[in-house]
């Protein structure tokens, strides 16, 4: 069973939007003091992270998808979201999201700060395609 499992992934022009979702099991408890992360992968290419959001709410996002990319935690429901607007063709890719504890409790959970390595619960990807 899968820990993390993604949604909401399609194809869209350029400008166009879409709002990508991570539902978590119950094996991320307790949820809401996870570390959570949204990464993006293009084939042969390593993971490169988009946005972290830590426990309390706070985000930080790469610079390339800062104004454009929102995310945010439901910690109710367990969800993890990720709106995308004004896409681009560069952010086509395959989008992953991620959670762990470690970076929560080392106070470590920015993006500024950690990398993919530092998470060990992953969804399996959900593909992005955005055409020019």
């Known amino acids: 069973q899968a820990q993390l499992v993604e949604s909401g992934g399609g194809s869209v022009q350029a400008g166009g939007s879409l709002r990508l979702s991570c539902a978590a099991s119950e094996i991320i408890e307790p949820y809401s003091r996870y570390c959570l992360g949204w990464f993006r992968q293009a084939h042969g290419q390593g993971r490169e992270g988009v946005v972290v959001i830590d426990s309390d709410g706070r985000s930080t996002y790469r610079d390339s998808v800062k104004g454009r990319f929102t995310s945010s935690r439901d910690n109710a429901k367990k969800i993890l979201y990720l709106e995308m607007n004004n896409m681009r063709p560069e952010d086509t890719d395959i989008y992953y999201c991620?959670?762990?504890?470690?970076?929560?409790?080392?106070?470590?959970?920015?993006?500024?700060?950690?990398?993919?390595?530092?998470?060990?619960?992953w969804g399996h990807g959900t593909q992005v395609t955005v055409s020019s």
């Open positions: 991620a959670a762990d504890l470690g970076p929560s409790r080392g106070g470590f959970c920015d993006l500024n700060m950690i990398t993919s390595t530092n998470f060990g619960n």
